[in-house]
């Protein structure tokens, strides 16, 4: 059974005992990433040519309007690098052995960096981060759309495009969804003194703050873990490793904060004017985010679809994990989105390239209506036959009017796993078989498997037979057994290594292929001793709501350690002069806002700040036990038994090995 590598969640016990949180040891058992297989190498011949790969469309739009590409490095105050202008500089020619030729081009489109000039008034920075960063020109400075993932690249985005178009100040900040990546730089081109003493508008949809905070927080832990699968964070960008995430080029994981909106789009259409500029907002929330909009220029006929529409299918359920969109709703945005283009000669969006020309744009909107519309459609039609979610996945296949348009290939999404997340969204993630109500543990079904077959060694003999003739999945499922049966199986790690290689280098998908490579790496190098800190979202995690916090630690809580306990906790923010009281009971922690209960076995009283700083492990001794901010009454020790209850994991868990 994989069991849980849990420290105390809470850096108060780090305050009173200096306690330091453990991270899992890399080891490695060799091996190198191998070259394409025969197989290999002809199912990405197969691509190649039942597709037009050689459409040049694309990248005209692509390249069209560019001014400067920026060159270095973007680094973190600490020196780490977050963004390298060059590390994609070998997506140029024929797509190698080991790259599918789909997501090759498609790499490649990404991989038009710089400043670009959309149209008179609107200039749009691309490859600064995963997302684009739109500068929209008002009377007196930039409106600035989307301030992607980190404050280091914002800012030099912002610096970049001034150094072309001019030093003019903000005017309007839009966000136009709860994603990171399109709030998480705000404060690289804007700071909060400045939006209150210019009184600058920062627009955003209903519920925008409560679902950036609500996601980044309950399990952000798991979230990120699996991220570094979906964005291959840690594989080398080579012909062999990262070559794109789908929705751009890598993510910044700089520093992440985040600034209330002053102005909430809540109608389906709402007018708002920014700094001379007319806007048309459409509120379209729970389709790619549960908060979203969208919106048009009228005068400069232009269209932004946000993430509901870009340059592929996109998730339905994102491999990181997240919660289930909803097809249904997301075709019937794209429908409303045909009315919302009748005018449109451009449309932007919040990823990729723009597009041009009204019949272009309305194209790529009916598309997208329909693959989303036809993936929900044809799954509920064999759910309603008695199929399975992987029976159907293996079933739906899009017919060739939607499979050959590049503009919802599944380079980001997949339709085999968006298949799964519409039978999820209606049925939930049980198959309706009995014998999967209650299967054994992945680790106890896999030693039990081993054992039928003769060991692992024999179930490596037969995966390697598969692998051979180029059936990986079967040689993946073999091998999955053997190594979670038998983790000191090196032989079985090193053959999977190689299995999901190839099936990597086939996949279409960037995230599966990052799933594939950084599975690939793990079993060869372990899994990393860090994961996505905490402390990068400090500014965020300032502006996030104490509810989140708690809910956050009560969902923390080890229920088997915490059974029998009665322990009582007040909890007082100084700074905000707000007040909670925590408690054990039944195994569960419960909190609600209060005057400090009198019988409670202690009472901490500190800032926000210094609150935020220990549940980001950053908190140190001058924060804490050195600090006049933070004061510890009652029973010091029951203080340390309550918090020591509450678990962190590191976010380094493994994922392929048990």
């Not at 149209?119 to 301030?147: C, H, S």
């Not at 209606?426 to 999967?436: E, F, I, R, S």
């Not at 800032?607 to 600090?627: E, H, P, R, Y």
Request: proline share 5%; with cysteine; net charge neutral.
């Amino acid at each position: 059974m994989k069991t849980p590598h849990f420290a105390p969640r809470m850096a108060l016990l780090a305050t009173l005992l200096t306690l330091v949180v453990g991270c899992s040891k890399t080891t490695g058992i060799g091996g190198a990433a191998g070259d394409a297989s025969p197989e290999t190498l002809k199912a990405n011949a197969q691509f190649a040519q039942e597709l037009k790969l050689d459409d040049a469309q694309d990248f005209e739009d692509a390249k069209r309007g560019f001014i400067a590409k920026p060159t270095g490095q973007i680094k973190a105050a600490d020196g780490t690098v977050l963004k390298d202008f060059e590390v994609y500089a070998f997506l140029d020619g024929k797509a190698p052995d080991t790259v599918n030729p789909s997501l090759w081009r498609h790499a490649q489109l990404n991989a038009q960096i710089g400043l670009f000039k959309v149209t008179d008034g609107v200039y749009q920075l691309r490859g600064f981060d995963i997302a684009n960063m739109t500068l929209i020109e008002g009377k007196t400075g930039w409106i600035v759309v989307d301030p992607l993932t980190a404050r280091e690249t914002s800012a030099a985005a912002l610096a970049f495009a001034r150094q072309h178009l001019g030093d003019k100040p903000v005017s309007a900040v839009i966000i136009t969804h709860a994603h990171a990546d399109h709030f998480g730089g705000v404060l690289g081109i804007v700071t909060p003194q400045e939006v209150a003493a210019r009184k600058l508008p920062v627009v955003a949809s209903e519920g925008f703050l409560e679902e950036a905070t609500s996601e980044n927080v309950m399990v952000g832990t798991g979230m990120a873990r699996r991220s570094i699968y979906q964005f291959g964070r840690d594989l080398p960008r080579t012909a062999k490793g990262n070559v794109d995430t789908g929705l751009g080029k890598d993510v910044a994981y700089g520093s992440i904060g985040i600034m209330a909106p002053n102005h909430l789009i809540e109608q389906p259409e709402q007018k708002l004017q920014l700094d001379g500029v007319d806007f048309v907002f459409y509120n379209v929330p729970g389709a790619e985010c549960p908060a979203e909009m969208t919106f048009s220029i009228p005068a400069l006929k232009l269209y932004d679809g946000a993430e509901n529409l870009s340059q592929q299918m996109h998730n339905l359920l994102p491999v990181r994990g997240a919660k289930v969109r909803d097809a249904l709703r997301w075709s019937n945005y794209m429908d409303q989105a045909l009315v919302q283009t009748q005018g449109a000669e451009i449309y932007i969006g919040s990823h990729n390239w723009p597009v041009w020309g009204n019949a272009n744009i309305r194209k790529l909107v009916t598309m997208h209506r329909d693959v989303y519309k036809y993936t929900h459609d044809q799954t509920v039609r064999l759910i309603n036959a008695g199929y399975t979610p992987r029976e159907i996945a293996d079933a739906v296949k899009l017919p060739k009017s939607l499979s050959e348009f590049f503009g919802v290939r599944g380079y980001y999404g997949d339709l085999r796993h968006n298949v799964k997340a519409v039978y999820q969204f209606y049925m939930g993630a049980y198959d309706g078989n009995p014998a999967n109500l209650n299967p054994l543990p992945p680790q106890e079904s896999a030693k039990r498997y081993l054992e039928l077959l003769g060991g692992a060694d024999k179930a490596v003999a037969a995966a390697q037979a598969a692998f051979d003739v180029g059936d990986y999945r079967w040689a993946a499922e073999l091998l999955n057994h053997a190594v979670f049966g038998d983790p000191s199986a090196k032989s079985a790690k090193e053959l999977l290594a190689r299995t999901y290689e190839q099936m990597g280098y086939q996949a279409e998908a960037a995230t599966w292929r990052n799933s594939y490579l950084t599975a690939a790496q793990e079993l060869r190098n372990g899994p990393p001793t860090k994961g996505v800190s905490k402390a990068m979202m400090i500014e965020m995690l300032l502006q996030t709501p104490m509810e989140r916090f708690l809910e956050a630690m009560a969902a923390g809580l080890n229920g088997p350690d915490a059974e029998g306990k009665d322990l009582k906790v007040n909890l007082v923010l100084t700074d905000l002069k707000e007040s909670y009281v925590l408690w054990i009971e039944n195994a569960v922690l419960h909190f609600k806002r209060a005057e400090p209960a009198p019988d409670a076995n202690a009472t901490l009283a500190l800032t926000k700040d210094i609150f935020v700083k220990m549940i980001a492990g950053t908190a140190g001794v001058k924060d804490t036990l050195m600090s006049d901010d933070l004061k510890v009454t009652g029973s010091k020790i029951d203080l340390v038994r309550f918090f020591g209850l509450i678990d962190k994991a590191p976010g380094t868990f493994p994922i392929v090995t048990k």
